[in-house]
């Protein structure tokens, strides 16, 4: 599998040199990276590194939210700023979150008037805390049959994220690696990875091994020729030591398969 290094389009000093440094040990294949809004000013930085990208869109935390209709103008101010970092980084793929609080039917309205860029939607938890009020968000596209419809009305291509599954799968109460396993039917071109309690419904992030997700289980659903981004949280500003513990560990799980 390609292996990705998740990066923010604002990780321009200490990541962004050991980012360098990791790709060429042969620690990744590619940056996916998150485009803060209104940072095209960082763009030909990236656009130097002899690096491949990928691209995945702002979400809710950045006010990007496809399933509210107030959001339109906002939304498609944020879709022309990604069109240019996925234009200018010749992104190998380009992901968007469906939306938050509002309805699958405005989400799928406004995605399909996405025109120019060729785009993946990524699966949601369930629910998400949110973090201003305190309250649970209901997120769009967390079911399989959401992701479905989606894919259906909007032609377009997606992206399973591993943890997100899992945490709507344990909100459902269904079995987990099952969940999973259906997900995986509707034939993602990229994964997201990364671990957290098995049980949990709430997406954590966490190392591998820091967990009880059964990381050999999850491997072996996996289509071995799509692209895999590791999502694990990042607890240095000043270095990726945490990112490469990950690798390894991913990697020694590939090769016991």
């Known amino acids: 599998m390609k292996l990705g290094l998740k990066l923010w389009s604002i990780n321009t000093d200490y990541y962004y040199e050991e980012a360098k440094r990791l790709y060429k040990e042969g620690f990744f294949d590619y940056i996916e990276l998150y485009v803060v809004p209104d940072t ?9 590194l002899n690096i491949p990208f990928a691209i995945h869109a702002p979400h809710f935390a950045h006010n990007l939210n496809f399933s509210d209709n107030r959001c339109r103008e906002y939304n498609y101010k944020l879709v022309k700023q990604v069109n240019e970092y996925s234009e200018s980084l010749n992104a190998l793929y380009t ?11 405005e989400s ?6 996405i025109s120019g860029l060729t785009f993946l939607v990524e699966n949601k ?4 805390n949110l973090s201003k009020t305190g309250k649970d968000g209901f997120c769009i596209g967390a079911t399989i049959e959401d992701i479905k419809k989606i ?5 377009c291509g ?18 987990i690696y099952n969940y999973v396993n259906k997900m995986n039917e509707l034939n993602p071109a990229v994964y997201h990875i990364s671990d957290n309690f098995a049980d949990n419904m709430y997406d954590k992030h966490l190392h591998f091994g820091e967990g009880s997700i059964n990381i050999n289980k999850i491997i072996n659903l996996l289509n071995k020729n799509a692209y895999l981004a590791i999502e694990t949280i990042k607890d240095s500003k000043t270095n990726l030591n945490d990112f490469e513990k990950d690798v390894k560990y991913i990697k020694e799980k590939f090769n016991e398969q």
């Open 95 to 105: 992901v968007f979150h469906p939306g938050i609080g509002g309805q699958t039917d």
């Open 40 to 48: 095209l000013d960082v763009l030909s930085k990236w656009a130097k």
């Open 108 to 113: 799928i309205t406004q995605m399909k008037d």
């Open 151 to 155: 894919l259906s009305e909007v032609k």
């Open 158 to 175: 997606f992206c399973l994220d591993i943890g997100h599954c899992i945490c709507t799968a344990n909100y459902l109460k269904k079995d």
């Open 125 to 128: 938890p369930y629910i998400v």
